[in-house]
């Protein structure tokens, strides 16, 4: 909490000294941008950033509150950070006077859009107006970085009327700025969002949803991404994309796929995957074809080269009475990851030898010790 306390105080002084916005703040970011408008507006208050009027009236000291009003403009544009300033003025006369300076400065879009949200109806709908001319007309760079202001201001009370705004956006406008959102943008409840616009107005077929559940890192796109990949019904495009993805749900999803596909025994090689979901999967759809994976496990773990995987996969579906035997040999195995497998598989089965897994804790694989640790938990004390 104190550093980002001070990476807020950091942010305002460096806003104050002048500097760009996107060297002053992580401007994709949502959070940073209601920020830097609650930080300006107390740092104004306590004297700690000097007032932004002198810009707007041309003077400054005790006559600025009446020369503001005056309809002659500045001779000079002012710069992104003044005017920051005093888009996040205390005074809501100097808010709304900034705001005309604001068209046409992408930089400043998500500042305008925290003015849509203002409680002062002047300012508001000042803002509004601004917001429904620049938004259409914004660059795809600049959507990415206003979009997640916009949905994480939605809840505030007044934060229902850029939302829809940005929602005809993407609903009625060029598809280009929904894939902009999607797989461009750092924040993950934007992405969210896009992707649900992507599927109501269907802008993807089966590869491209493929290739956004595998491309991104959050896992509620990847879910409803590679979901609706597979139902797509295109497995021979999308079944190899979901399979190579680093993440084991999309792994899985592109397993389940090959049962439709009726390709069942294509999912025995993920019978040892890493991911216990997808491997859960690979059972699910060998048995589907009328496979047993217990027995592959078997037989993988009596082989001269075991998966690493077989033993803990043993352990996920075997028996104590038949496999607990080799899993106890598998524990001397001279790979160190086959004998934290077998660890953790004589664990699910609920076979632990409480005097071997403590041997096993000065075993020289760290992946050994950490899951003898875990089977001797019940014995702790």
Request: a positive charge.
């Amino acid at each position: 909490m104190r550093n980002e306390a001070e990476a807020r105080q950091a942010a305002v002084r460096r806003v104050g000294r002048g500097l760009p916005l996107e060297r002053a703040l992580d401007a994709t970011r949502p959070k940073a941008w209601a920020d830097l408008d609650e930080d300006i507006r107390r740092a104004v208050v306590h004297g700690h950033v000097q007032p932004s009027h002198a810009w707007l009236t041309g003077e400054s000291g005790p006559g600025w509150r009446r020369l503001w009003l005056t309809p002659a403009p500045s001779p000079a544009a002012p710069s992104g950070a003044r005017l920051a300033l005093a888009l996040c003025d205390p005074d809501g006369r100097i808010r709304e006077a900034a705001l005309p300076y604001a068209a046409g400065r992408p930089e400043l879009l998500p500042l305008v859009v925290i003015r849509a949200t203002d409680w002062a109806e002047p300012v508001r709908a000042r803002a509004l107006a601004l917001l429904r001319a620049e938004l259409p007309t914004a660059s795809h760079e600049s959507l990415t970085v206003t979009a997640p202001v916009i949905l994480r201001l939605a809840g505030r009370l007044r934060g229902g009327e850029a939302v829809e705004l940005l929602d005809a956006l993407l609903r009625d406008g060029p598809g280009a700025a929904v894939t902009a959102l999607l797989l461009g943008c750092r924040d993950a409840a934007t992405r969210r969002a896009a992707l649900t616009v992507a599927l109501d107005r269907r802008l993807y077929d089966g590869l491209g949803l493929a290739l956004v559940a595998a491309g991104d890192h959050d896992p509620v796109v990847q879910e409803r991404a590679a979901s609706a990949a597979v139902a797509a019904g295109e497995p021979d495009a999308t079944v190899p994309v979901l399979l190579g993805a680093r993440s084991g749900r999309v792994r899985a999803a592109g397993v389940t796929a090959l049962r439709g596909a009726g390709r069942h025994a294509e999912a025995e090689p993920y019978l040892f995957d890493r991911s216990g979901r997808t491997r859960a999967c690979a059972r699910w759809v060998v048995r589907q074809g009328g496979g047993d994976p217990a027995s592959v496990y078997r037989t993988a773990c009596a082989g001269a080269d075991v998966p690493d995987r077989a033993p803990l996969g043993l352990g996920e579906c075997g028996t104590r009475a038949v496999d607990g035997a080799a899993l106890r040999k598998l524990t001397e195995h001279p790979n160190g990851r086959v004998r934290a497998s077998a660890v953790a598989g004589l664990r699910l089965l609920d076979l632990v030898d409480p005097r071997r897994m403590r041997e096993l804790l000065d075993d020289p694989e760290p992946g050994v010790v950490r899951e003898a640790g875990r089977a001797l938990r019940p014995w702790t004390g």
